[in-house]
């Protein structure tokens, strides 16, 4: 599929796609577009696998210097970020369900980091340190 084709295609219908494999430069486009689908770059975790050697997880938007030291960032892609790791290269699934299902309660229980906050009145206004804290209590 060329790149064109495939980022109309993940607008259109991103239930299609469960995994995309390209190079880096159109990797970027294409998850920069895929983070508005899940409200924001602080949701999205990536992988980077080697057939030779561990892979790389980290979030989409990587170590995000322009908010550094601001206790902002959402550390929800970190968290799923660790969950693929332990899922896809540690091979301890069970890990991954407990860090996935803890970022699916804080999300139903309405906790948000700035980037996903509507002012809607079921939302929690919380900082990365917070939404940290709370997601720890939540694997535990």
């Not at 660790?82 to 896809?88: D, K, V």
């Amino acid at each position: 599929m060329y790149i064109d084709n495939a980022a109309m295609q993940l607008l259109r219908n991103p239930k299609y796609f469960d995994v995309v494999v390209t190079g880096n430069i159109f990797g970027d486009i294409l998850s920069d577009e895929a983070s508005m689908l899940a409200g924001s770059l602080g949701m999205l975790p990536s992988a980077s696998i080697s057939n030779d050697g561990p892979g790389i997880f980290e979030p989409v938007h990587g170590s995000a210097p322009d908010i550094a030291g601001q206790d902002v960032a959402n550390p929800m892609a970190m968290v799923l970020s660790a969950a693929m790791m332990c899922r896809y290269d540690l091979n301890i699934p069970k890990v991954a369900d407990r860090l996935e299902t803890a970022v699916n309660k804080a999300l139903d229980v309405g906790y948000r980091t700035g980037d996903l906050y509507k002012n809607k009145p079921e939302e929690k206004l919380v900082k990365c340190s917070e939404l940290g804290n709370i997601l720890t209590e939540m694997v535990a």
